[in-house]
């Protein structure tokens, strides 16, 4: 009787208590929104990208596997030490690819409308949707193949030394250790210091940015040998960027953004912020002396908005 009693109460309970736990009525889709956009498949980034020539990722196996891009090239101009007849062959070769890529990203903009239009007029069938996809499918290898081609052509204007030492900038290979736990790469590293390790930081420095075009504080102190992590914050409206540099390498770079404003820069030196955002740059100080940096916004430089890193020499004189 009494199994008979149990058995009564627990089929006397509420059905909820057996249910699975309750999910939201109506979750929203990951696509909500999307159906205002004019080309469905495209967001607005991927339709500045693809306008713009910028390089979205497609040139990676390239990238990645030591083929630097005109791009980065550039922008390390001074660093990998390029020649004036290396620097103008690099410019030509970005200002040709360029010109191609815009045209390519406009015909595969114009390819993914067609696809959405035949949906949107509810006139897609498989013959049709089939042509349109492949239409699209063909713009987009060879987008892809005329980023990965201008790395190809990028890396026959460079020297081995030059490669290697652009991937070490890059932050894709670490500086070797060598003898007496030093870097045999000590007498190459760059001017300001070199990309350091998240795992060896020293200390935490905080920097604020400001639509004031101003950096809050806008002089750092550090030791030679130490790896600083900046954490960086936009506290404007306005996009800011904080990139270290020599005054020569910033200068130079200013004049480079003004002929090519569309320039993509995700250096290990450098961090490009939106209004309300926080990144950082990670960063190892092998020389003693000063190290500048500033935000190379259209204006913000000019504007003022600059600062400088401090490195105090080591006592003894003694490497980092």
């Not at 950082?280 to 430089?301: I, M, N, S």
Request: glycine fraction near 8%.
């Amino acid at each position: 009787m009494t199994s008979i009693a149990a058995l009564a109460a627990l089929l006397s309970l509420p059905l909820l208590a057996w249910a699975a736990p309750a999910r939201p009525a109506h979750a929203p889709s990951p696509y909500a929104g999307g159906e205002a956009r004019p080309v469905k498949s495209l967001s607005a980034a991927e339709i500045a990208a693809l306008t713009s020539g910028a390089g979205h990722g497609f040139a990676k196996a390239a990238e990645l596997n030591g083929y630097p891009g005109p791009t980065h090239v550039l922008e390390l101009a001074e660093r990998l030490r390029l020649d004036r007849p290396q620097r103008e062959a690099t410019m030509r070769l970005m200002a040709e690819h360029k010109a191609r890529a815009r045209q390519i990203g406009a015909e595969l903009i114009a390819a993914e409308a067609e696809l959405d239009s035949l949906f949107a007029r509810k006139q897609a069938d498989a013959r049709r949707v089939e042509a349109a996809t492949q239409r699209v499918g063909l713009l987009q290898a060879r987008l892809r193949a005329e980023h990965l081609n201008t790395h190809l052509a990028q890396t026959t204007l460079l020297t081995g030394e030059q490669v290697r030492r652009y991937a070490v900038l890059r932050g894709y290979r670490p500086v070797a250790a060598g003898a007496k736990g030093h870097s045999h790469e000590h007498a190459q590293d760059d001017a300001i210091g070199v990309p350091g390790d998240r795992r060896r930081v020293s200390r935490t420095i905080t920097v604020d940015m400001n639509d004031r075009m101003r950096f809050v504080p806008s002089s750092v102190s550090v030791r030679q040998g130490e790896t600083i992590r900046f954490v960086v914050k936009n506290s404007g409206q306005l996009k800011h960027e904080f990139v270290l540099g020599t005054d020569a390498e910033l200068k130079e770079h200013y004049e480079l953004m003004k002929k090519f404003p569309e320039m993509e820069h995700d250096e290990p030196n450098m961090v490009t912020l939106a209004p309300g955002r926080t990144g950082e740059v990670v960063w190892r100080f092998t020389k003693a002396g000063r190290v500048d940096f500033a935000c190379l916004q259209p204006g913000h430089y000019e504007g003022g908005m600059k600062g400088r890193v401090a490195v105090a020499a080591q006592k003894g004189g003694a490497r980092p």
